[in-house]
Nanobody, 114 residues
């Protein structure tokens, strides 16, 4: 059964912005910390940001100051606002629970050109 559906990725030039969305099932959304992960070619999957049920946030150093994670409990949706994008941000972006993940969705591709 599908639990996580990511959307909003695309092609963007360096310095541009994208807003990613993750629609989660109500059952897992309401019971877990939610995060955004990414996997770039040749690199392992990494946690980019997470947001707690009390709306506290945390970011990887590589995206701090540029990305903003948020959540809408009524919509069971997590967002990732990505500004000042760099080519090294190119990756497939996934949402999932933190720290223990559930089944992964398909992710959404973000490609940043120089």
């Amino acid at each position: 059964q599908v639990q996580l559906v990511e959307s909003g990725g695309g092609l963007v030039q360096a310095g541009g912005s994208l807003r990613l969305s993750c629609a989660a099932s109500r059952s897992i959304f309401g019971s877990n910390v939610m995060g955004w992960y990414r996997q770039a070619p040749g690199k392992q999957r990494e946690l980019v940001a997470f947001i707690t049920r009390s709306f506290s946030t945390n970011y990887a150093d590589s995206v701090k100051g540029r990305f903003t994670i948020s959540r809408d409990n009524a919509k069971s949706t997590v967002y990732l606002q990505m500004n000042s994008l760099k080519p090294e941000d190119t990756a497939v972006y996934y949402c999932n629970t933190v720290p223990r993940v559930v089944d992964w969705g398909q992710g959404t591709q973000v490609t940043v050109s120089s």
